[in-house]
């Protein structure tokens, strides 16, 4: 009887069927490794977002006027929240700053104004949410400077500010911010994260 060369059909569907196995296993290991890395990306990257919204509000506010200065040009009114100053807006922080270190100067009021137009919270630009008619579903806080000619800027360059409260309690100004986005939105997988914050006012 000669030799046999090669493999039998029964020995080739065999080896087959283990390196289906094999490469399901790698397929599923892979896939989960890499949900796990995009996950830990969109987290850490809220994350900083929070982190870099909540450094220059606090910037801002503790250089701001904690009492009203009447005398001062121009006059100065405290550190103060409106509700609801337009629509979309649920309230803004009005505030002004000495121009000088003698703050016998000071700056027009400077609004802090947080809009969120995602009504049904679903990070998601729904017919009906796009207030501006700009494209983008507006979820900031912009800085309006006072003044002829001053250009509003999104604080820290941040669009995913899902939430935020202000709040002024015996001369502190207290402000929760919190940021969503979707990440996967075949999943509907959202990444999250909140900062919270006391900041006390020194001029």
């Known amino acids: 009887m000669g030799k046999r060369n090669g493999f039998t059909l029964i020995e080739t569907m065999i080896v087959m069927g283990i390196l289906s196995v094999v490469m399901g296993i790698i397929f599923v290991v892979v896939t989960a490794s890499a949900q796990s890395m995009n996950t830990a990306n969109a987290q850490a990257a809220v994350q900083q977002n929070v982190r870099d919204v909540m450094q220059a509000l606090f910037l801002d506010l503790l250089a701001a006027g904690k009492e009203n200065i009447p005398s001062a040009n121009p006059p100065v009114q405290g550190v103060r929240i409106v509700q609801n100053p337009v629509p979309g807006s649920p309230w803004e922080i009005v505030f002004q700053t000495p121009v000088d270190d003698r703050a016998e100067g000071w700056t027009q009021p400077i609004r802090l104004r947080y809009v969120n137009e995602d009504a049904n919270g679903n990070a998601r630009l729904d017919p009906g949410e796009d ?73």
Request: glycine fraction near 8%; charge should be negative.
């Open 131 to 203: 207030l501006n008619e700009n494209g983008v579903l507006d979820r900031h806080i912009i800085r309006i400077p006072g003044g002829v000619g001053a250009v509003p800027t999104i604080v820290g360059n941040v669009n995913s500010i899902s939430n935020a409260t202000a709040q002024i309690v015996d001369g502190a100004v207290l402000i929760t911010i919190e940021s969503t986005q979707l990440f996967d939105p075949r999943q509907e997988h959202f990444a999250h994260a909140r900062l919270d914050t006391v900041i006390y006012p020194m001029n």
